[in-house]
């Protein structure tokens, strides 16, 4: 299943196909089994609490080719408050995964969290539409959507913009409605 959304405003529009399936294929890189199980602990870790993490560290180091697996044990060791494991877990992901959507939205939120305007804005000034940010793609994955656009709703947050954080804010809203209705139609997307 996916979306084909108009983004944009005044006249810069742009088409964006997100997906809710296991694609673009190379975030993955796991057999189909093993992604199932991933997606279903993804779900889940909240209720398992910090032992899931030995879990999503055994995925990550297993499956080293996977940015998915990086980024749900990255996102989980946030999660639980392991600041400083997380930042050791993002430098290695940096550097394997450097030109990514989600590494970049990654660095980007931490220039943030720093007080780095500067540097988030050399990565992503003029750039608040995906298909602006990453025009090579044709295709992006709903949580490459998420990532990219929760990110500019806490840049308009330091910023003070409610109306620009509400924009994206409506957009993650939307992915996340349309991922409960794919997922309660009975999809297997966990």
Known sequence: MSLEIDCGFKNKRKKVKITYEDLPSFLFSMDKDELLKLKSLEVNFLTEGPKSLKIFEKFYLDYPKSLYAAVIYFQALRTFE?????????????????????TLCIDAHYALEEGNK???LKLFADKEILKIAFPKRSLYHYKEALCFHSMWAFYWKIEKNTEQMAKHQKFIALLLNTLKTFSSAGQNWC
């Open 82 to 102: 392991y600041f400083e494991e997380a930042k050791q877990l993002f430098n290695s992901i940096k550097k394997k995964f450097p030109n990514e959507i989600m």
């Open 118 to 120: 500067e540097k988030f």
